[in-house]
Each structure stands twice: as structure tokens, then as C-alpha cells.
């Protein structure tokens, strides 16, 4: 548990951090769990991998659906009596969900919020889930609108039962922007242990992924940062990067077993159709014990592969938060589809806001494409180019310190600042110093690099009108518009 400095406790901890992903630790009542993670979906009905199981792949806590346990009377009061730890046989911790879902596929459910608030207490869940309503992508805005007035009033109502156990505050505001801002707002208002970003699953669905980027920061802005972020309905690993890149620190994952229902095989980037594998592109016990055969004929094995690699993925992107390099995993696995570069494209929107949250220093800073231009470490240089004060004679160089005009003509001037594409113009003492000083460019760099590299040249001059500028650029930036503005603040030059 933190302290906060008001005094009061949180259950959730945060140890790393990078872009606005983090690594917590969430207390629950049946012990700690560390995010980001995966909540396999268990459906005592349908699964093959059981409960305890689950513990194996690197399971740290389960979500059930209690609408389904709920509606049968033998489940009910079986789970009712046990409790749902010993009823699902599992003693970690374990999440609920309201049948919510049921409500979004088959339009009504034969339960009250009320009702299913408090058999979620009964049954001894650890984190409950009123039953809020997820609105679709696309619906009339007055249907946005009167749904999400339904679900704060359901929450208001569940908040007004659950005390004792962690409750999730649900935001849901279909694809309107303001709407779910605001259901965020008053969410958090209410006051949840937990919040979740719900009515997404279409939007997977139809690979619609930079409208997701859009609801996940419209929701986490209105949202508090010391508490976790569940992504409802999110389990395939290839949306991972990006979503906790976003702050989203909980998942669930029914993928895993209706992938394998449907004959798909799982990868960290995309899926594939069994039937389609001659190899197999992946090590997991199942795929190194069993042949393309045997996992196309056994829709177990397909399912345990799909979990495996879930929580391989999810490994990675913990990893890469530690590393701080969890904005370049999102590069790469963004190259996995059109739908998800797009997506990427639209998280570069919101680099002033990522800016905000992101570590100062990392992991040496790879520029891997044009994207990478436009990373919340280059606006951040940019924003800090009025923290060079200068006068008297300047001298800014494309050439690095061994070529160019020799040192006893640069030694003529007071201040010598090189270019290095993205980030433009910095003094040598920079040199070592993240990111400038920690970069690793491509030596055949894109226009768009070079692009903001003048781009804040000419704010240095601008910053800075009193002092007499000469610039020295070589052939490889020859012909770049910028060079032309550059001309009305500095004396130009182009050498070799
Ligand atoms: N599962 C998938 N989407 C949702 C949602 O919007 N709300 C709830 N409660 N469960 C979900
Ligand atoms: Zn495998």
C-alpha cells in the first residue's frame, strides 16, 4: 500500500514507468497482483484449461462472469455456498464480471444490477463490476448519452453496496470523445478502487484501432493515475504495446479459447488460420512437444498455445517498461498491420500529452522510421530549446565534430551547436546526455527527421534574434525547403 501525502492509503503501487505505461502492484483480498496482466477468462462451463491451471502460464488472478453463474440455480447456490475461490478452485485472486457483455449481445438479461452487484459481494469476489451498458461504436449520440446516464446511476448504486471489496467504475460513452471524458469525470467522482474502458470490443473487432487510441486517452485524461485502468474485452497480445503505452494496466482474455474455438493460432502479431501452418513459429511447451498436425486436430493444444504466447507478450511489454524502450516494441509491432499503423500514427498525436508522463531519461533512443519523429522525447527537446541562452557569434553545423570547417575557425566562435535529425540543433556538452547524446540515427534518415531537425533550428534562432547565427549544412541537406527560411535569420553555408 502507498501513503499518499493527504494521508489516505491506495491499493495500487507504481514501480516503473514509461510513456504512460506502468508496472504496479494492486492489492486485493486475496493478495497482490502486479499489472500489466492478463485476466483469463474461466467459464466453468466451457473451459478446458482449468483454474489452477491457469497459474502455470503466469496467471496472477482470473475474471469469471458471474451472470453466468448467477443464472443457473445449481452454479448459484453452489457458488453462494463455497464461495467463488472454492467454487472455480482457485485461491489467488479473482474478478468479476456482471454480464454486462450478455446484455451488449443478446439486448437484456434476466438480473438487476442491484441483484448481481450483490451476489458478486456474497460470492467473495475480489474486484466486482456493476452492470453498466455497453453502448456500440457509432450509435446516436442521444443513445450515447442515455446509456451512460444509466450506468453512472448503476454505479452510483453499486458503490452504495460494495465497501469491503474492490469495485470497477466502467466508462462507457460510445465513440463520442466528450461523452466518455465526461462518464470518466463523473466516475471518477463516484470513486472506484478500479476503473475499465468499456463497449470497445467492435471496435476490435473491426480492427478499428486508432479509434481505440482516441477512447482509451479521452477516458484516461478524465481518469485518477494512481489508480489501475482495465481495457474490457481486450485479449489479443498484438494490441498489448500499445494499450498499456496508453495506461491501460488490466486485461482479460477469452481470445485464448474463442480464437482456438475458430481454429486460429495466436501470434504477438496477428493470427493465423491453423489449417494455413506448415511450422510452427513459436516455442511454447505446446509447440515444442507437439507437431502442426496434432494442434490442428486438438482445439485444447490450440488454446494453450494462444495463452502461452498472451503471456509471453505481455512478459515483453513489462519488459520493455522496465527497459524503457515500450515505445519502440510499439513501433515494431505496429508493422504487423495497416489497421494497427494507423493506430501508432494516432498515438504520435498525442505525444505532447505522452510528454507529460514519460521518463526523462531511457534506454538509448532508436530511430526505427518516421514515427519515431514524432516520439515524446523530440517535442520534449524541442519545448527545452529556450534553455539555451547565447550571444555573440554561433555556429551551428551539420557536420559532426571531426569534418567541416577545421577548429581554429570554429574556435572564432562563442557558442558551436551540431544538428543530428530528428532533434536539430544541440552544444556538444549535450553529447552525452539522453536522448540527443543517447541516439542511435539511421545514417539514410527520412525527410521527416530532418524536417523537425530545421524545424528547431529555426526556433533556436528565433529564441534567439540578438545573436549573429552562421550555418553550415552539407550536401545531404541540400534542396530542403527550411534551408530558405533558415537564410533570413543566419548567414548560410554549404560546404563539401
Ligand atoms: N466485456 C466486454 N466489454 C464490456 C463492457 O463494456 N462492460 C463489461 N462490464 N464487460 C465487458
Ligand atoms: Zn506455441
Not at 216 to 222: C, G, L, R, T, Y
Not at 333 to 347: D, F, I, S, V
Request: proline share 6%.
Amino acid at each position: 500500500m502507498e501513503l499518499l501525502i493527504d494521508g489516505t492509503m491506495t491499493e495500487f503501487e507504481i514501480r516503473h514507468k514509461d510513456l504512460m505505461g506502468r508496472i504496479g502492484k494492486l492489492r486485493t483480498p486475496h493478495g497482490y497482483i502486479e499489472t500489466p496482466t492478463i485476466m483469463p477468462v474461466i467459464n466453468p462451463n466451457l473451459n478446458s484449461i482449468g483454474a489452477e491451471e491457469m497459474k502455470k502460464y503466469g496467471a496472477e488472478i482470473l475474471i469469471a462472469n458471474a451472470y453466468i453463474i448467477y443464472r443457473k440455480e445449481e452454479s448459484r447456490e453452489a457458488a453462494i455456498k463455497k464461495g467463488i475461490h472454492a467454487f472455480l478452485g482457485f485461491e489467488m485472486p479473482i474478478m468479476t464480471d456482471s454480464g454486462s457483455y450478455q446484455l451488449y449481445e443478446y439486448k437484456d438479461v434476466e438480473v438487476s444490477n442491484r441483484e448481481i452487484v450483490e451476489f458478486q459481494q456474497r460470492i467473495g469476489s475480489d474486484i466486482c463490476v456493476p452492470l453498466d451498458i455497453p453502448t456500440p461504436p457509432n450509435v446516436k449520440r442521444e443513445r450515447a448519452k442515455d446509456d451512460l446516464e444509466e450506468t453512472l446511476r448503476r454505479m452510483q448504486e453499486a458503490r452504495s453496496i460494495i465497501q469491503t471489496n474492490l469495485l470497477t467504475g466502467v466508462v462507457q460513452g460510445s465513440t463520442f470523445l466528450d461523452l466518455r471524458g465526461e462518464c470518466a469525470q463523473r466516475v471518477s467522482e463516484i470513486g472506484f478502487e478500479v476503473y475499465a474502458i468499456g463497449g470497445v470490443v467492435p471496435l476490435l473487432e473491426s480492427y478499428t484501432f486508432d479509434k481505440l487510441v482516441d477512447i482509451i486517452v479521452a477516458s484516461k485524461m478524465n481518469l485518477p493515475l494512481n489508480a489501475p485502468v482495465h481495457l474490457f474485452g481486450v485479449g489479443h497480445p498484438m494490441i498489448f504495446p500499445l494499450a498499456v503505452a496508453l495506461g491501460c494496466d488490466l486485461f482479460d482474455s477469452a481470445a485464448y479459447a474463442l480464437y482456438a474455438k475458430g481454429k486460429r493460432y495466436i501470434t504477438s502479431d496477428g493470427t493465423r488460420k491453423v489449417e494455413e501452418l506448415c511450422y510452427l513459429p513459436c516455442s511454447c511447451p505446446v509447440c515444442s512437444s507437439y507437431s502442426v498436425k496434432e494442434i490442428k486436430e486438438n482445439e485444447d493444444l490450440l488454446a494453450a498455445h494462444n495463452l502461452w504466447v498472451t503471456f509471453e507478450e505481455m512478459r515483453t511489454v513489462k519488459q520493455s517498461i522496465v527497459e524503457r524502450s515500450l515505445w519502440e516494441l510499439c513501433e515494431r509491432r505496429c508493422r504487423a498491420y495497416p489497421a494497427l499503423l494507423n493506430a501508432l500514427k494516432q498515438m504520435t498525436k498525442y505525444s505532447a500529452l505522452i510528454e507529460k508522463y514519460d521518463p526523462v531519461t531511457k534506454h538509448p533512443f532508436f530511430y526505427l522510421d518516421e514515427s519515431s519523429a514524432h516520439r515524446p522525447e523530440v517535442l520534449r527537446y524541442s519545448y527545452r530549446l529556450n534553455r539555451f541562452t547565447l550571444s555573440g557569434n554561433v555556429l551551428i553545423t551539420t557536420y559532426p565534430l571531426s569534418q567541416g570547417t577545421n577548429a581554429t575557425e570554429r574556435g572564432r566562435f562563442d557558442h558551436l551547436f551540431f544538428v543530428k535529425p530528428p532533434f536539430g540543433p544541440y552544444p556538444v556538452g549535450l553529447e552525452e546526455s539522453y536522448p540527443v547524446g543517447q541516439s542511435e540515427i539511421p545514417t539514410a534518415v527520412d525527410n521527416d527527421a530532418k524536417t523537425i531537425a530545421l524545424q528547431n533550428v529555426l526556433k533556436l534562432l528565433e529564441l534567439n534574434r540578438h545573436v549573429k547565427f552562421v550555418f553550415l549544412y552539407d550536401r545531404s541537406w541540400e534542396g530542403h525547403p527550411l534551408i530558405e527560411e533558415i537564410r533570413r535569420y543566419a548567414e548560410v553555408r554549404k560546404e563539401g
